[in-house]
């Protein structure tokens, strides 16, 4: 990933693009991308989202690229690491959604 | 991250979770996290952006955290690989924005 | 709807907030909101998102009150009549999808 | 207004489009043009954002009208009234936000 980054750094310099790239202005790009990638379920059935035909899966492969690109570029602006602020989250929702309270049900945990 | 999707593995069915982890939902539950995260930057300039405050940082590094889960989620549920998408896309986007026409400017490659 | 643009106005001036409603900002706000209103839907079934208990359609209630809050204040900063353009885009989408080809499919009108 | 929803209800229904109008999958759509809007906005300043050119200022009230055109066919399915929901929002926020607080400041409410 750490490679990753390095690439999408040099991408963005030779093409001039980091003065558009402040956090709040990727943070806009992430969630327009987020968009883009749910417009593909968004008529499809629960049961049909969980077999998309091969040319559908295609296109949610390259969406699925570019949140993931501009989640790496703001994390590095900002200098967080989200695989590690992943790890933290994952146990911060393991104290608020405790298994025996929270098994089966998707309300909000401070509904719990 | 490997060992990251197995914990939100073993975190989802416990919880008996799975049952409501469609990618139709995944897609949405991703989206509204990515809105969270631009939240905390909607009223900021783009320089107040850059320096977040020790407190709003630590949120927005949660948010972080979230976007990334539903991101390793939704794709894993797909049996997408979210790194070799991303390095795909980076290689599509180096085709569609040559540096010599991009530099510079944020106007879209269909309009270079 | 001219009367509650113009309770927005006295509301935002009184607030002094005008300084942070650049239609930039407000286009974040907008999306916010609509994604917090999503949020009620992310975990119901289709079915379910159409007979909302009583406390689920208050809020839900509320975040289409935000939109459209939103939604007018966007418009207004930039001199557009969103009933208008509402008008406008339901005639190109009259033409862009002609009945007899779009019967029963979701497909977007380019695949068509 | 009304009108318009009438006019929608037609478009909708010659299309056979109504089975694909779920609450659900209504506050998906209308979540994507909100980003589909937003994106216009991504890379300009807030002062750019003011003062659109007339070819981006078209496109964004074509989006404009697509965010109106979503909200009120998922008003209309959840029988709410926007323009009410609106204004008791507004006066909620009235509440939330008494403007001697809040004057001048962006800081969310439960933080004042």
Redesign the interface.
Known sequence: ?QD?IQ??HN?NQ????E??H????L??????E?????????????????T?PDDK?EK???E??????Y??N??D??D?D??E??????R???DK?P?HK???S?TKYTEL
Do not use: C
């Open positions: 990933m990753l690439q999408l991408f030779n093409r001039d693009w003065q558009f402040s956090p709040k202005n943070s806009m790009a992430l969630s327009v987020a968009a883009e990638l749910m417009e593909h379920f968004q008529w499809l059935t629960q049961d049909e989202s969980r998309l899966k949610v492969e390259e699925i690229g570019d949140v993931l690109l989640l790496l703001l994390s602006k900002l967080i989200p695989t602020a992943a790890r933290a989250k994952l911060k929702n393991a959604y298994a929270a098994k089966g998707a």
